[in-house]
């Protein structure tokens, strides 16, 4: 296959929107980015410089300076605590323009140097890539998606994982810019009740049948892990 694939994955924390996006990117081999953890990054630095997240705007240079690769796999940045806060600074709209470039200059150079992208977050399909090839929505209850969470994080309660959830969730949905919500064109995915392999081959069966033949699994050439 000669096309460069460029494929979006968009839906609420902790759907399995991460884990799906990773196995889809190894099997096609194509460059893989979390556009969420780019926000969780500059999150954690607002945290780390205790700068008041509803107040960025004199830093924002300082907050985006040096993002590099090995800096979005950093285990802090998928803490509950990371990320209520980039749920709050992602509302930033002078913030959202600064990491765009970031994030547009990912696909063109996955699709230059690579088999393309897959790009897991909440905005890809609608801001981000609205070209994307393939456009998903991964999604599951709230309740799912906290036990799910609990299980994963042995020092925070359900019932508090649910409440950031919630809140995260309404933070998402309706801030002004960029807000969470279904592509033109895109996929839903309930992947509630299914298992990781399950909710795989749902997105590759769309792939392939979409693209009217059988696409063939290519070894990972790049990736940028974290769910």
């Known amino acids: 296959m000669n096309k460069k694939l460029v494929i979006a994955i968009d839906g609420p ?16 081999g194509l460059a893989f ?3 969420g953890a ?3 990054l500059v999150a954690l630095r607002v945290i780390e410089k205790k700068f008041d997240p509803q107040n960025i705007d004199s830093e924002i240079s300082v ?12 285990e802090k940045l998928f803490g509950e605590d990371v990320g209520s806060v980039a749920s709050v600074i ?8 600064a990491l765009f470039d970031f994030q547009r200059d990912f696909v063109e150079k996955g699709k230059r140097e690579k088999n393309g992208c897959v790009l897991d977050g909440r905005d890809t399909a609608t801001v981000i890539a609205p070209e994307a090839d393939f456009k998903f929505f991964v999604t599951a209850d709230v309740e799912i998606r906290a036990k799910r969470r609990a299980a994963q994080l042995a020092n925070v309660s359900y019932a508090e ?5 919630k809140q995260r969730d309404e933070n ?6 960029a807000p969470l919500k279904v592509a033109d064109g895109a996929h839903i995915i309930d992947n509630g ?19 009217g033949r059988d696409l063939q699994s290519r070894p990972i050439v790049h990736a940028i892990n974290k769910a």
């Open 63 to 74: 907050l985006c300076a040096n993002i590099r690769e090995e800096d979005l796999e950093n």
């Open 90 to 97: 992602a509302k930033n709209q002078n913030l959202r323009k």
């Open 13 to 28: 924390s902790a759907s399995g929107k991460g884990t799906l996006a990773k196995k889809v990117a190894r099997h096609f």
């Open 172 to 177: 998402d949905i309706n801030r002004k810019d």
């Open 38 to 40: 780019i926000y969780r």
């Open 161 to 165: 994982i649910l409440a950031h959830l």
């Open 33 to 35: 980015l979390n556009t």
């Open 193 to 211: 009740n299914l298992s990781i392999e399950e909710g795989f081959q749902k997105i590759l069966k769309i792939i392939n049948s979409s693209a």
